[in-house]
T-cell receptor, first 112, second 112 residues
């Protein structure tokens, strides 16, 4: 069974701080996706990383895919209260891009 | 361009009743996926459908659960004789061919 372990499970920080959350597995992925889910809403896709070692930036968010394509990280610079939410990583199973396996997520709270 | 529309947003059913969850995909999307999010667990794949076809139902419980995506109208996830353990958030996602999937806001089912 392909598992995605996310850490930390919970993170509470002050506005303006930087943070990094992680997504790790023993399996190699062809691609990996990061989502953000707000309370009472569905997951919203932030980014897809495909190439080992790839780095993608989305404003204050930086996503990195490990060289071996087994892990990924999300770094947020100068966090804002609007960044509060559940950050999920997901990867396709068996080479598919539809049967996604999700991690349990990191619940981030940014306090003003 | 409307996103993936799910209704109802909240559904309360007594044990033994039937629950019907509806999903209208984004315009131009012919692929629909259903996921379930249980408390303290990550999103779990249930079923993948295209118009009038079930492509992969490997994540569906063997009994009481069924899904359809008719030629006309929304996709329906049907749960017969609901039990308390069916209480969860059910998310639908849609995509075009070989493109990323977008999630709806979900239906929160509560069985009392």
């Amino acid at each position: 069974t392909q598992l995605l372990e996310q850490s930390p499970q919970f993170l509470s920080i002050q506005e303006g701080e930087n943070l990094t959350v992680y997504c790790n597995s023993s399996s190699v992925f062809s691609s990996l996706q990061w989502y953000r889910q707000e309370p009472g809403e569905g997951p919203v896709l932030l980014v897809t990383v495909v190439t080992g070692g790839e780095v993608k930036k989305l404003k204050r968010l930086t996503f990195q895919f490990g060289d071996a394509r087994k892990d990924s990280s999300l770094h947020i610079t100068a966090a804002q209260p609007g960044d509060t939410g559940l950050y999920l990583c997901a990867a396709g199973r068996g080479g598919s891009n539809y049967k996604l396996t999700f991690g349990k997520g990191t619940l981030l709270t940014v306090n003003p | 361009n409307a996103g993936v529309m799910q209704n109802p947003r909240h559904l309360v059913r007594r044990r033994g009743q039937e629950a019907r969850l509806r999903c209208s995909p984004m315009k131009g999307h012919s692929h629909v996926y259903w996921y379930r999010q249980l408390p303290e667990e990550g999103l779990k794949f249930m079923v993948y459908l295209q118009k009038e076809n079930i492509i992969d139902e490997s994540g569906m419980p063997k009994e009481r659960f069924s899904a359809e995506f008719p030629k006309e109208g929304p996709s329906i996830l049907r749960i017969q004789q609901v039990v308390r353990g069916d209480s969860a958030a059910y998310f639908c996602a849609s995509s075009a061919v070989n493109t990323e999937a977008f999630f709806g806001q979900g239906t929160r089912l509560t069985v009392v």
